[in-house]
């Protein structure tokens, strides 16, 4: 492998994993079919308890990882993906 920088042959190659945590929603068919009339109506009759449930349920998180492959030329230190 060469790298484009400086055109040298000394370049390694590193396996990278990234991770990113993002909030769980929910869709928009939930929405479209439920969610427009379920929220009021837990507020309106179910407001203690869904306070409750608001306060100590346990967010809802999802972790994304990824793999990606990354050339280190150990001559000038360009890096670059494969």
């Given at each position: 492998?060469v790298c484009p920088k400086c055109g ?38 179910f407001t203690l308890p869904a306070l ?28 670059w993906d494969v």
């Amino acid at each position: 492998m060469v790298c484009p920088k400086c055109g040298s042959n000394d370049v390694n190659v590193q396996v990278v994993q990234e991770t990113q945590l993002t909030d769980k929603h929910h869709g928009i068919f939930w929405w479209l079919f439920i969610g427009w009339w379920w929220l009021p109506l837990k507020w309106l009759f179910f407001t203690l308890p869904a306070l409750i449930v608001k306060i100590f349920a346990p967010k809802r998180k999802k972790l994304k990882q990824k793999e990606k492959s990354v050339c280190v030329c150990q001559n000038c230190g360009y890096k670059w993906d494969v």
